[in-house]
């Protein structure tokens, strides 16, 4: 089953590219990884469904690889952590709110 099709049978919609483009950036290493997460973190942090979004495939990425690939779980962990406590941190209200119910 593919992110998007298991995420959908949970009732979530995609709304980024952001699966894709994390895919594209495994393919080129853990530098990649960090440069993706960098550009999209940045550019849509204060965004709360993108944000929301990204902390999800983050989360999907560490489970991704926790056995096959540990340096790249051990990254995209650390950028969840990152990310997540951010949104915990930031978002509030109907934000946090969203993001509590989708990432719940």
Not at 3 to 24: A, H, P, R
Not at 84 to 99: H, I, T, W
């Amino acid at each position: 089953m593919t992110f998007k099709e298991f995420m959908q049978e949970n009732g979530y919609e995609l709304q980024t590219t952001f699966w894709e483009d994390f895919s594209i950036a495994d393919r080129f290493g853990l530098t990649a990884i960090q440069d993706t997460f960098n550009r999209a973190f940045e550019e849509w942090k204060e965004h709360y469904k993108y944000l929301t979004e990204l902390i999800l495939v983050l989360n999907h990425k560490i489970w991704q690889y926790h056995d096959t690939y540990p340096e790249f779980a051990a990254l995209y962990n650390s950028l969840w952590e990152k990310a997540d406590l951010y949104a915990v941190e930031n978002l509030k209200g109907e934000a946090l709110d969203y993001f509590y119910e989708v990432t719940d």
